[in-house]
Every structure is written in C-alpha cells, then in structure tokens.
C-alpha cells in the first residue's frame, strides 16, 4: 500500500532539480511509504538526464514524458497514474525539508483527512506575511477552512486524499498563469475534513524567471480575469447558501486585486486592452458580497481607460 504519491512536473529547471529530487529520495519514509511521480513536460534542457541518474532503478519511481503542454496537464497526467492514498504536487525548482514526509504521514495517520494544509518557508528563510487562523491539527470543513482565514492559493502547500480528489472531479486549467487561483478554493470548498499542519515541510524556491515572476504581465492579467469568471461559474453552480457565496466571492475579488497587480505594470495599449474585458457587474457584485470595499477603486482605476457599460449582470 502507497501511502503517499508525490507528483513533480518537470520542465526547464536543470540548476534546481536535483535538489528537489533528493530532498525527496532522502527523506525518512520515502523508500517504504511512497512513489514519486515525475512528469516530463517536454524539457529541452539536461533536466531529465539529471533525473534519470538519480532514479535509475529506483522501484517507486516512475517517469512519464510527454510534450510541453504547461504546468496544469503536467500535474493532471501524474495525478492520473499515482496509487498513492494521498497526493501532493511538489514544483521541481522547490525543496523539501528534511522530516517533511514523517510529519505529513503521521498527521494523515491520525486525522484522516480530505485535505493537508501544510507550512513552508522561502528560500531566504522568510515566513509568509499572510496570517493563517487555522489550529494545529483541528479538523475544519474546507468551507471553515475558507473563511477563518484568507487561504493561500499554491497547491504545493497541500496534500490531499487520493480519493477525495477524484471523486471532487478536479482537474488543472490548461494554458493559464495562477491555476492554483482558480484550483484550491475548489479544491476546499466540498471537503469536510481539512487539517493544517504547522510544521514547515516545503521550501518556496524565490528565483527570477519562474512561472509567478516572468516579465508576461499582459498574460497575468487576462489569465486572472479567467480566474475571476470561472470561479464566479462555480458559485453560481455550487454556492446556494448567502455564506457560501459571500465566500467564494472573497476568492473572486482577490483575483480582482491581482487583476489590477499586473494591470499597473503595463503600458497604456495594453492597459486598455485589459479594460476593455473587465465584467463590469461581474467584478462590482463580487465585490460587495465578499465585503473587500478596498478592491472598488481598483476597477474604477481600470474602468477610467473605457467607458463604463453597465449592463444586467
């Protein structure tokens, strides 16, 4: 029985992968509780020649190659063939502590959870600025988990049961920035049993040129913007309480926030560009019913660069 199935796309990360894959081929219980799921996403560099020396005849090992086609299918192809009990997506230029995979069983062990929260570190030894109001091994409903605190999207900081996984349905968005912006308030929302761990187990690698800090910053924007409407699909779809939906709009008008994040760093073409697919109604409601007043001058700010359409929404 696999308790543990990790799951690492790889992909233009050769100064960083062998760090990633020994820190976990290294860590206490890997050999008898885990297989380690590596998905070449069409790397052109030496990354996989790096992984291969590493893995070779490892029995809990497997490899899969395929071409490019972005982080999300990535993850999707490793989630499809791991037998693991519980998942969890590692990125291939991050780290995990030493102990990370003892600490993460145990609580599972224990808990029985839809869903692990754990914490992590950056690679400069900073903590995150964002407060997380959930208790050390207190199991929450995800939509508890959702609303004590404002989550973090990076699905790295989570593990979840294999099962629950698949039987939620979920998937990865294809060719989008931020699909975890989209993916783990999902993710969260239907599980009843959500735990965090507060113990640092990853590593947030802080590196120019990764996926969060290319100069695309026209991409970042509309890719938010989808964000924005398929989470507003699945409120519409999933959110019947007034709470329920007042929590997932919270998710909506942080995407709106980071809509106007990348939107400032553009030139006035594309700034315009950007305007002109903001959902008047849409961002406004979202808005007012999750209760981030602050995000209004944000649109207004947006909308100055087209003319405002107000419309039935």
């Given at each position: 029985m696999i308790s543990l199935s990790i799951v690492v796309p790889v992909y233009k990360v050769e100064p960083f992968i062998e760090k990633c894959i020994k820190?976990?081929?290294?860590?206490?219980?890997?050999?008898?509780h885990c297989e380690l799921v590596i998905v070449d996403d069409g790397s052109p560099d030496r990354s996989m020649e790096i992984v291969e020396s590493l893995c070779d005849a490892l029995p809990n090992v497997t490899l899969v190659h395929q071409p490019n086609q972005g982080l999300g299918v990535a993850r999707n192809t490793g989630e499809s063939i791991a037998k693991g009990e519980y998942l969890w997506f590692v990125d291939s230029d991050d780290w995990l502590l030493a102990g990370a995979i003892e600490k993460i069983l145990t609580i599972i062990t224990e808990t029985k959870p839809d869903i692990v929260n754990i914490d992590y570190v950056m690679s400069d030894t900073s903590h995150s600025a964002v407060i997380n109001n959930a208790e050390n091994g207190i199991i929450y409903t995800g939509l508890t988990y959702l609303s004590i605190s404002c989550v973090q999207n990076?699905?790295?900081?989570?593990?979840?049961?294999?099962?629950?996984?698949?039987d939620s349905g979920l998937q990865f968005e294809k060719d989008i920035y931020h699909e975890d912006s989209l993916f783990t308030p999902i993710a969260l929302f239907h599980a009843l049993r959500v735990v965090r761990l507060m113990d640092d187990c990853y590593v947030y690698n802080l590196r120019e040129g990764s996926i969060m800090t290319s100069g695309n910053n026209l991409k970042h924007a509309f890719d938010m913007i989808t964000v924005s409407r398929k989470l507003e699909a699945f409120r519409l779809l999933h959110a019947i309480e007034s709470e329920h939906s007042r929590i997932i709009s919270r998710y909506i008008a942080l995407a709106i926030g980071s809509v106007f994040y990348y939107w400032k760093r553009l030139g006035q073409e594309d700034r315009h560009r950007v305007s002109s697919c903001i959902d008047n109604w849409l961002f406004l409601k979202s808005i007012y019913r999750s209760r981030n007043i602050k995000y209004l001058i944000h649109i207004a700010i947006m909308l100055v660069y087209r003319p405002l359409k107000l419309g039935k929404g």
């Open positions: 820190s976990i081929l290294e860590n206490r219980f890997f050999d008898t990076p699905v790295q900081y989570y593990v979840f049961r294999t099962n629950y996984y698949r």
